[in-house]
């Protein structure tokens, strides 16, 4: 059994006739860190956004902790952190509101959890 967390084979994707991703091949271990690396356009957040099945790939085989995510993304997000650099959140919300706002969508949410990080952040929870 293999003892990586992610495996990559052949994964291209295009948008149109810019082909992004030509043929990435890549596995990472259990334990151990890699960091994608490239000027724009080099596909990075694309090749993340593929791992966490936000958007489909053209052709290739993914696997994180050993799940397909164009099968099961939702699986895969409950156990994957990941938050995109284009992440838009409601300035109008307070953080309390927020923290309500996104619990239905995590099904092992743990609000006392939040709160305690802004506490440990030194947040307010009325703060917007």
Known sequence: ?????????????????????????????????????????????????????????????????GMDPNVVPLEIRRSVGFLAEDQQMFGWMTIDEMLSFMQPFYPTWDMALARDYVRQFDLQLTQR
């Open 1 to 65: 059994m293999s003892n990586n967390v992610l495996e990559i084979n052949g994964l291209r994707k295009s948008f149109g006739t810019n082909a992004v991703l030509r043929g990435l091949d890549l596995q990472v271990q259990a334990g151990h860190t890699h960091a994608l690396l490239g000027r724009n356009g080099a596909g990075k957040s694309t090749t993340l956004h593929i791992l966490m099945g936000l958007i489909q790939r053209d052709a290739g085989n993914v696997s994180v902790l």
